[in-house]
């Protein structure tokens, strides 16, 4: 049975799965390159790296609105639900992609401060939830009752 709990459940186990994901790259590119010799373009891939997470992470954040806010002229919880998945998958590929695009930079260029960004986007994904205070505040309009979110065992 597809209920509110269960959309809830799944969106925390992809979640948990993404940023488990960006976590063992980082871990086995850590551990594959332990001493970290910076190379001649390393100030090079540290600027590439800025931007890169800087672009994904403003993009990332502005998408989920985009994709999420036409909900609010939905009338139906489940359609609500599902741009809001879509949003929030959206947001999670960008962050990830910039924390594994840094990560890659720093073991081929050795820069640290490379790696430390991968780390802060990775701790950015693990903050960024699927909160059901998120999802109350960005798919239902005023005059809706957005508490529903909180009902575990509604039928979506």
């Not at 939905?74 to 741009?83: D, E, F, N």
């Not at 890659?104 to 820069?111: A, E, H, K, S, T």
Request: with cysteine; hydrophobic share 55%.
């Amino acid at each position: 049975m597809n209920t509110i709990g269960n959309y809830f459940r799944s969106l925390s186990i992809l979640h948990a799965a993404l940023c488990g994901g960006v976590a063992i790259c980082i871990g086995i590119l850590k551990f594959i390159r332990p001493v970290s010799i910076p190379t001649e373009f390393a100030q090079i891939f540290l600027y590439i790296g800025v931007a890169i997470a800087a672009i994904n992470l403003v993009a990332s954040r502005m998408l989920l609105f985009k994709i999420a806010s036409p909900a609010q002229q939905q009338p139906a919880l489940a359609q609500k639900l599902a741009l809001f998945r879509s949003g929030f998958i959206v947001q999670m590929a960008l962050l990830e992609g910039a924390a594994i695009a840094n990560t890659i930079l720093w073991f081929v260029g050795g820069n640290s401060y490379n790696l430390g960004i991968a780390l802060g986007l990775l701790f950015l994904m693990i903050f960024r939830r699927p909160a059901r205070s998120l999802v109350q505040g960005l798919v239902f309009n005023t005059t809706e009752d957005s508490r529903v979110v909180f009902n575990d065992e509604m039928v979506i």
